[in-house]
C-alpha cells in the first residue's frame, strides 16, 4: 500500500476564485466537511488453530499414573525429638512417628546401615508424608497433591534410578497457593516421565523382565526391570537433514535433542538395544513419542511419531523398527525429535552417532 501511494500524483489544484473588492469584508473560509470514504474490507484475523496431528498407537492401557490414582491422604508429622529406646532400628521408629526413614537418616547425618544407640536422641523432622501404596508412581502421587514432581524428588533427595518401594514414605513439598502453579505441576515432560513414571517395587521382589514381543507386555502397575548392559555405540534411528542442533539457539533458548527432516512414514530405529519405558503422547511438544531405556543410565527419546510400533515393557533391539515418522506434537514438518540421556543429563547425540 506505501508503495502504490508513493506511485500516484498528487492531484492538481482547481483555478483559484478572483479576490474580492477591497470594500468587500472577508470572512473566514467554512470549515471543510469530512467525505465518507470507502474502506476495502479486510479479512478478519483469525488465531490459527494448533496442530495436533493424530498419533497411531497399538492398543495398550493407561500409564501407571492414571490407571493408580493415588489418594491425598499423607499424614501430618510434627518436628519432635526422640530418644532411642532398646532395640529400636531407624525402620521402627520411622513407623512409630510416620516420617520416612531417608528423611530421619538425613536431618541427623545417619548412614546406612544406620546403626543406633539406646539413649540417643534424633530429630524427627516435621512435614506431609505420604505412605507409597503398589502400583502408585511418583507423578500419580504428585499430581494428588498438586506440586512438581521434581519438587517431590528434591525435597527427599531421591536419586537413580528413581524406583520407589511399597511403603516408602516421601515427603510432600507445600502445596502451591496458586490454580496455575497446581495446573503446572501436571504438565508431563521427558525428565518427570523418567525419575517418576514407574510403578513401586515391592518390598523384597524384583521388577519383571521385559518381554521381547509386543503381544503380552506387562500391566502398567507392574515395575519392569531396565536394562544392565552398556548399549555400546549407538546407531543413527534415520537418515535425513538436521534441520535443528543441540544446544543453545538463537532465542537463548536451550535445545535438549536434534530434529531431524524426514518424510512422513520413515521407518524410525531404536538406536541401542534396551527395553520401552513410555510409548504415547502425552507430551504435547513431542506428539508420537518412544523412551528406551538402556543400560548404564542411558535412554534414548523419539518425538513426533505418526505411529508407534512398541509398548512399555517391550524389550528391543539395536535397529529395529519402533515407530514411522510423522508431523505430530508442536513439529513445524514431518520431522523427528531425537534425544540422548546419561541420568537426567541431555547429551549432543551427534556425539555419540557414527560420522556421517
Request: charged fraction near 20%.
Amino acid at each position: 500500500m506505501l508503495v502504490l501511494a508513493g506511485c500516484i500524483p498528487a492531484a492538481e489544484p482547481r483555478f483559484a476564485p478572483p479576490p474580492p473588492p477591497a470594500d468587500v469584508p472577508i470572512s473566514p473560509p467554512p470549515k471543510p466537511q469530512p467525505q465518507p470514504v470507502a474502506e476495502t474490507p479486510q479479512p478478519i484475523a483469525r488465531p490459527r488453530p494448533a496442530r495436533r496431528a493424530p498419533v497411531e498407537q497399538l492398543a495398550a492401557p493407561r500409564p501407571a499414573w492414571e490407571a493408580a490414582p493415588v489418594t491425598a491422604d499423607a499424614r501430618l508429622v510434627r518436628t519432635q525429638d526422640v530418644v532411642v529406646r532398646s532395640g529400636d532400628t531407624l525402620s521402627a521408629i520411622a513407623e512409630r512417628t510416620g516420617a520416612s526413614i531417608a528423611a530421619i537418616a538425613r536431618r541427623n547425618t545417619l548412614s546406612p546401615p544406620y546403626a543406633l544407640r539406646a539413649g540417643q536422641r534424633l530429630v524427627i523432622p516435621g512435614g506431609r508424608y505420604h505412605r507409597v501404596d503398589p502400583g502408585q508412581t511418583g507423578i500419580g502421587i504428585a499430581r494428588a497433591y498438586g506440586v512438581p514432581w521434581s519438587q517431590v524428588v528434591a525435597a527427599n533427595d531421591l536419586r537413580e534410578p528413581f524406583v520407589l518401594v511399597t511403603g516408602q514414605r516421601v515427603l510432600i513439598p507445600s502445596q502451591p497457593a496458586s490454580a496455575a502453579a497446581r495446573a503446572a505441576a501436571f504438565t508431563l515432560d521427558v525428565d518427570t516421565i523418567l525419575t517418576g513414571g514407574e510403578p513401586a517395587v515391592a518390598s523384597g521382589r524384583a521388577p519383571v523382565r521385559p518381554v521381547k514381543g509386543r503381544t503380552e507386555v506387562p500391566a502398567p502397575t507392574i515395575p519392569v526391570a531396565p536394562p544392565s548392559a552398556a548399549p555400546g555405540r549407538f546407531v543413527w534411528p534415520l537418515t535425513g537433514q538436521i534441520v535443528r542442533r543441540f544446544g543453545i539457539g538463537r532465542s537463548g533458548e536451550r535445545f535438549d535433542g536434534i530434529e531431524i527432516a524426514v518424510p512422513s512414514g520413515t521407518e524410525v530405529k531404536a538406536a541401542a538395544a534396551g527395553t520401552v519405558a513410555y510409548a504415547g503422547d502425552g507430551i504435547a511438544a513431542l506428539g508420537g513419542l518412544v523412551i528406551v531405556k538402556h543400560g548404564d543410565s542411558w535412554t534414548s527419546i523419539y518425538g513426533h511419531a505418526g505411529k508407534l510400533l512398541v509398548r512399555r515393557g517391550q524389550a528391543v533391539t539395536r535397529g529395529q523398527v519402533i515407530a514411522l515418522s510423522g508431523a505430530t506434537g508442536f513439529a513445524d514438518q514431518p520431522e523427528l525429535h531425537f534425544e540422548l540421556r546419561r541420568g537426567r543429563s541431555p547429551v549432543n547425540p551427534v556425539t555419540q552417532l557414527p560420522r556421517r
